[in-house]
C-alpha cells in the first residue's frame, strides 16, 4: 500500500475508534452507526483511496456531481450506498431516485409528489430521511419541527412512503447536542427510528445523543480544494 493510502486508512479508523467510543458510553453499539463519507467536490484520487480503504457508504450534495463521480465506479464497488445530503429540485428527482440508494432531503409535498412518479416509472424506491430545520433558519431547507408530524402523515398516507429517518443540520453558531436531543425527541414521537446527524466536528456528539449515521467530510477527507 502506498503511504497516502496507509495515511486515508489511519484516519478512517480514527474516526471509527471515536465514534465506537461515544456509542458504548451511550451503552449503544458501535454497529448500529454508519460512517457516511461526504465526497462531495473531493477530487478523484481521493475517491479512490477511501474505497481502497474500504469505506463504501458516501454522501453526495449534487445529483449530477455525482452522477459523473459514481456512475462508472458502480460497476467495479457492487456494495456502494450513495446517499443524497443536499437539496433536492423536483426536477432532478427522477435522476436522483435512478442514483441514489438513500435520499435524506425530503422536505416538503412537492417534492413528495415528484419522487413518488419517479419511484413508479423507474421501479426504484430509495429510502427516505425527512430534513427537519431545527433551528427553523430561514435560508436552510428542512421542516419546521412543528409542522413534522403532519408532513410525515401526508407523505405516508398520500404517496405510501416508508420514512426510514430525520436528518438535520444544526445551526452554525449554536451548541449541536439540543438539537441532535430535539431530533430525537421528534423521531421517538413519530416512530421514525433512524437518525442522520453530526459531522466532521460534531458527530461524536451526535452518536451520544442516538445518531445511527453521521456524515463526516473534512476530517476523513481532508479540506475539500478551493478551486
Known amino acids: 500500500m502506498t503511504t497516502d493510502l496507509d495515511e486515508f486508512a489511519a484516519r478512517r479508523n480514527?474516526?471509527?475508534?471515536?465514534?465506537?467510543?461515544?456509542?458504548?458510553?451511550?451503552?449503544?453499539?458501535?454497529?448500529?452507526?454508519?460512517?457516511?463519507?461526504?465526497?462531495?467536490?473531493?477530487?478523484?484520487?481521493?475517491?479512490?483511496?477511501?474505497?481502497?480503504?474500504?469505506?463504501?457508504?458516501?454522501?453526495?450534495?449534487?445529483?449530477?456531481?455525482?452522477?459523473?463521480?459514481?456512475?462508472?465506479?458502480?460497476?467495479?464497488?457492487?456494495?456502494?450506498?450513495?446517499?443524497?445530503?443536499?437539496?433536492?429540485?423536483?426536477?432532478?428527482?427522477?435522476?436522483?431516485?435512478?442514483?441514489?440508494?438513500?435520499?435524506?432531503?425530503?422536505d416538503r409535498l412537492k417534492l413528495a409528489r415528484e419522487l413518488r412518479k419517479a419511484m413508479d416509472k423507474l421501479g426504484r424506491t430509495p429510502r427516505l430521511y425527512v430534513q427537519v430545520n431545527t433551528g427553523e433558519e430561514d435560508q436552510k431547507a428542512g421542516i419546521a419541527p412543528g409542522e413534522l408530524g403532519e408532513f410525515l402523515q401526508l407523505v405516508r398516507t398520500e404517496y405510501g412512503f416508508v420514512i426510514e429517518g430525520l436528518m438535520c443540520i444544526p445551526p452554525v453558531e449554536e451548541p449541536a447536542g439540543p438539537h441532535f436531543a430535539m431530533l430525537a425527541d421528534l423521531a421517538a414521537a413519530n416512530d421514525v427510528k433512524k437518525l442522520s446527524m453530526g459531522m466532521s466536528a460534531d458527530f461524536e456528539t451526535a452518536v451520544k445523543f442516538g445518531a445511527t449515521s453521521v456524515r463526516v467530510g473534512s476530517a476523513l477527507f481532508g479540506e475539500r480544494p478551493s478551486a
Open 14 to 106: 480514527a474516526i471509527l475508534d471515536a465514534i465506537a467510543n461515544a456509542a458504548r458510553m451511550a451503552a449503544r453499539s458501535p454497529a448500529d452507526i454508519a460512517l457516511v463519507g461526504v465526497s462531495k467536490k473531493q477530487p478523484d484520487e481521493r475517491i479512490d483511496l477511501a474505497l481502497a480503504a474500504g469505506q463504501r457508504v458516501f454522501g453526495e450534495n449534487r445529483v449530477q456531481e455525482a452522477e459523473a463521480r459514481w456512475t462508472h465506479r458502480r460497476a467495479a464497488y457492487t456494495d456502494l450506498e450513495l446517499r443524497l445530503i443536499g437539496p433536492l429540485q423536483t426536477n432532478k428527482a427522477e435522476q436522483a431516485v435512478a442514483l441514489f440508494d438513500v435520499i435524506e432531503t425530503l
